[in-house]
């Protein structure tokens, strides 16, 4: 497990729905990246904003980059900003943010709505394809695409990541999750030992 | 699987979808006899032909437009809102 990768899922909360729930590590990999820092900026004025710091945001439903964020556009005016590795660079266009006259967009709340975690291991392929009903093969599904669809029979944005596919959702359902992906890979662990 | 193709995302599976109903002319209160008001507020069309309906793809929360053929329910085409209709 990388160093940083939580391998219990967020939010903790002794005696919550999630309390006990474990994610999966075997054939296919579940960890939770809840608590890595990123900002999401939504409504009118939001692109614009961002594009006036000097941020490059690509076309709707593709990623792009900017000082070692990826940035995700999920609408003309739904931009998500993940600093997996670049914290401090998100701090400073957040506290830029905060200080800015609107319009500037508002912010939607994705470091606290949404729970963030990644999906790895050697039978990921067959792992998403019994989560999702979209053709993720690389030949249709780019390292720059998003797919904004149903993962697990809930709504997610998933798209891919260096180590597997990265799956954003509402941050109350990340139990639920859980199980539902460790209900897909016991089978295939037990297959393929 | 019946598919719908949204124009943001492309085709998805039906079940990503919600529909919210026809597109519909919207008479000013004001200037609009009781009678052809109260229609409005409470009678629904129930007639043959190509209707023009908002439908929403909820995991992106994106709203758009579908042409559906009411007898053979075939949707003919889908488009954004900002787009021209020919219809409605």
């Known amino acids: 497990m990388a160093a940083g990768i939580a391998t219990r899922i967020y939010p903790f909360m002794p005696g919550g729905a999630a309390d006990g729930t474990r994610l999966v590590s075997g054939a296919v990999v579940l960890s939770d990246l809840t608590d890595t820092p990123r900002f999401g900026l939504k409504g009118g004025g939001s692109a614009a904003w961002l594009a006036a710091q000097g941020i490059p945001l690509p076309p709707v439903n593709r990623i792009g980059e900017h000082r070692g964020m990826r940035v995700l556009r999920l609408g003309n005016e739904d931009i998500l900003l993940l600093a997996e590795d670049a914290g401090e660079t998100l701090a400073q266009i957040k506290t830029a943010w905060q200080v800015a006259a609107a319009p500037k967009g508002f912010s939607s709340w994705r470091e606290e709505g949404w729970a963030w975690m990644r999906l790895s291991g050697p039978r990921l392929a067959e792992a998403m394809s019994a989560l999702c009903a979209l053709d993720l093969r690389p030949r249709k599904f780019g390292a720059d695409d998003i797919a904004q669809t149903r993962v697990g029979h809930i709504e997610a944005v998933a798209f891919r990541s260096p180590a597997g596919f990265d799956i954003l959702f509402d941050i109350t359902a990340s139990a639920y999750f859980a199980r539902t992906v460790a209900a897909v890979a016991t089978p295939i662990d037990q297959h393929n030992a | ?88």
């Open chain 2, 1 to 88: 699987m019946k598919l719908l193709t949204c124009p943001m995302n492309g085709p998805r599976n039906i079940d990503e979808f919600q529909s919210f109903g026809p597109v519909r002319a919207r008479p000013d209160p004001n200037a609009t006899a009781d009678r052809e008001w109260s229609r409005h507020l409470f009678r629904a069309e129930n007639r043959r032909g190509v209707v023009v309906e908002w439908w929403r793809h909820v995991p992106s929360n994106y709203f758009f437009l579908a042409e559906r053929d009411l007898v053979s329910n075939e949707i003919i085409r889908t488009f954004d809102a900002s787009e021209p209709r020919d219809r409605a």
